[in-house]
DNA sequence: CTTGACCTTCCCATGATGGGAAGGAACATA
DNA sequence: TATGTTCCTTCCCATCATGGGAAGGTCAAG
């Protein structure tokens, strides 16, 4: 197991072959190695950068916030401030969303629990969306 | 203000031109009336319409439940039990993506907490990453 | 009659992901 | 070795809601 391809290094990462190939056509990824059928062979760093782009997108990140986390990671000259700035200002962006999501989320919970939700045409829903 | 182009429908419903033309073409509306000069034209009842779906994008219904939703608020044989079902499972959607949002907020608000930020590169946001 | 603000249609972009086609390559088993 | 299965390659298209922008027609006010 020292040489994949690219199912195996999607096995070995948890990133599909399909996004696989994308990374590398967007530049997140160098260029791969290639086998003299033309595939895409993978060494342990290539699937060791998989990982890290995958739980970086587990934890919500775009893919331009992977580019400069990569970078960062990359760069033994980093200091922690860029890496926590980057991280934080993500957490605010998921918090603004949560917020918005909560609000929706309550305003209907609202509205249903005053729904008759039976055969009666009523409903405070309907009523709210017509306005 | 009885008859509206579509500058003013926008304006009067809060919802752009180029959406309503959107909502038209993917027939969540019905075809507009046109002017002599093929402009399109918005009586009390359309801007009515779109004010519906304003409020129910607002909510974050996606689309397509809005195309359920319009139907029903059209039908006066519904049950509100149609309704209520429909929103009750937007509300369990949202709650779903809002709990996967706060895992991730919570596990980056946690890693952020013990990442010194200063000018040393050692971060424990980049080690997690990169396990 | 010109000018500026509006309208029309049409095409393209976003962001991350996947589906699927057409054709070549690798490999296992009969 | 022949054949079949599974993998790879590239390329195009779809999702979802929204907007940008171009090219050209229309309208109202000065």
Redesign the interface.
């Known amino acids: 197991m020292e040489i994949l391809n690219i199912g195996e290094a999607a096995q070995a990462s948890g990133v599909s072959a399909k996004m696989i190939r994308h990374y590398e056509a967007i530049g997140l990824l160098p260029r791969a190695q290639r086998s003299n059928a033309n595939y895409r062979i993978y060494g342990p760093q290539d699937v060791?950068n998989l990982?890290?782009i995958h739980?970086?997108r587990?934890?919500?990140f775009r893919l331009e916030d992977i580019r400069e986390?990569l970078a960062?990671?990359r760069n033994?000259?980093?200091?922690?401030?860029q890496?926590?700035?980057l991280?934080?200002a993500?957490?605010a962006e998921?918090?603004e969303?949560?917020a918005a999501?909560?609000e929706?989320?309550e305003?209907?919970?609202h509205?249903?629990q005053h729904?008759?939700?039976?055969?009666?045409?009523?409903?405070p829903?309907?009523e709210?969306?017509?306005?």
Not at 76 to 81: E, G, I, V
Not at 115 to 123: E, I, K
Not at 128 to 131: C, E
């Open positions: 060791h990982r890290f739980r970086a587990s934890l919500g986390l960062l990671w033994r000259q980093r200091s922690s401030a890496v926590k700035k991280a934080l993500h957490v998921l918090e969303k949560i999501m909560q929706m989320a305003a209907l919970k509205l249903a729904c008759h939700g039976d055969d009666r045409p009523d409903c829903i309907l709210q969306l017509a306005d």
